[in-house]
């Protein structure tokens, strides 16, 4: 039971460059998260789904896009990087609402 | 404005020597606040759910309490490996499924 994975764990991006995070669980939660966190900002929730298929915008979208297709996969894109992207990025899922969050190990992220 | 308040930022203290972290927060409604625990390098680990007033939670030298304004998060004798970041999180009434974070309190125990 692997619960909440992300990959790559690490990447160094030039400006403009496009990737795909990948966040996957094996918990059959209907609720996944991504989230940046910056030093002093704390955990800023990108998007977020709600089920297979539904995806709905968080506090800081722009500059992202994702998507559920299959229940237990998150993917997060950056179409074209920015240095204001150079992040941590970390995925969670949650089982119901009220409930605590599950977050994965993480992605450091690196535009230059 | 939904908002949660971590203080302090950053706290210094000796192994044994008991202290307190605060969580306060201003929401429409809470529907629970939650605590969390992050070391270097890895993602938030669950540690506790509050979801009204004067409930409490412990765990280990670890307790949590809410009130309707803030929460504290208690630590009792520590050790060096109680050193990580404490989160707080909240989750409001507004219908949402988002979860709203404070910026944390980097905690150092030193033996």
């Known amino acids: 039971n692997a619960g909440v994975t992300q990959t790559p764990k690490f990447r160094v991006l030039k400006t403009g460059q496009s990737m795909t995070l990948l966040c996957a669980q094996d918990m059959n939660h209907e609720y996944m998260y991504w989230y940046r966190q910056d030093p002093g900002m704390g955990l800023r929730l990108i998007h977020y789904?709600?089920?297979?298929?539904?995806?709905a915008k968080g506090e800081v979208p722009d500059g992202y896009n994702v998507s559920r297709l299959k229940k237990q996969n998150f993917l997060l894109g950056l179409e074209s990087a920015a240095p204001s992207q150079t992040s941590v990025y970390f995925c969670?899922?949650?089982?119901?609402?009220?409930?605590?969050?599950?977050f994965g190990p993480g992605t450091r992220l690196t535009v230059l | 404005e939904d908002q949660v308040t971590q203080s302090p930022e950053a706290l210094r203290l000796q192994e044994g020597e008991s202290s307190s972290l605060n969580c306060s927060y201003t929401?429409?409604?809470?529907?629970?606040l939650f605590w969390y625990r992050q070391d270097p390098g890895k993602g938030p680990e669950f540690l506790f759910t509050l979801y009204s007033a004067g409930e409490e939670k412990e765990k280990e030298r670890l307790k949590a309490t809410l009130t309707k304004k803030e929460s504290f998060l208690h630590i009792t004798a520590p050790k060096p490996e109680d050193s990580a970041t404490y989160l707080c999180?909240?989750?409001?009434?507004?219908?949402?499924?988002?979860?709203?974070f404070g910026t944390g309190t980097r905690l150092k125990v030193l033996a």
């Open positions: 999180a909240v989750q409001t009434t507004s219908g949402t499924y988002k979860y709203i």
């Open positions: 789904s709600v089920g297979e298929g539904t995806t």
């Open positions: 969670a899922t949650l089982v119901g609402w009220g409930n605590e969050q599950f």
């Open positions: 929401v429409s409604g809470l529907r629970g």
